[in-house]
């Protein structure tokens, strides 16, 4: 069963930066596709970005392309978030997710598509 963990949630003004980490046990082979997923009090879990294996990407639409960019470590099954030019906006628990089936092109923006969720780690940017 794979497992993933979040960590570099937290507090940081607007206009900061915070790297988040997202670690893989349960699996030793690299995941398909590794992502991130962000949901604010009271608003719908959003897709933020994703990764697979040979590194395309996808990122949501708006205003977070340009200020995160994901990566991913296949070698230790980790992806990241490094978040800049945070806004209050932006405040949210962020959720890990990984993809466990092989797939052709790009992967998916809809959460449904991500076989397995972290716990997840808010971030919260202070205005």
């Known amino acids: 069963q794979v497992q993933l963990v979040e960590s570099g949630g937290g507090l940081v003004q607007s206009g900061g930066s915070l790297r988040l980490s997202c670690a893989t046990s349960?699996?030793?082979?690299?995941?398909?596709?590794m992502g991130w997923f962000r949901q604010g009090l009271g608003k719908e879990r959003e897709f933020v970005a994703a990764?697979?294996?040979?590194?395309?990407?996808?990122y949501h639409p708006d205003s977070m392309k340009g200020r995160f960019t994901i990566s991913r470590d296949n070698a230790k099954n980790t992806v990241y978030l490094q978040m800049t030019s945070l806004k209050p906006e932006d405040t949210a628990v962020y959720y890990c997710?990984?993809?466990?089936?092989?797939?052709?092109?790009?992967?998916?923006?809809?959460?449904?598509?991500?076989?397995?969720w972290g716990q997840g780690t808010q971030v919260t940017v202070s205005s």
């Open positions: 997710v990984s993809r466990g089936d092989s797939f052709f092109g790009a992967p998916r923006p809809t959460s449904s598509w991500y076989d397995y």
């Open positions: 349960g699996r030793t082979s690299s995941l398909p596709a």
């Open positions: 990764i697979t294996r040979s590194g395309t990407t996808l």
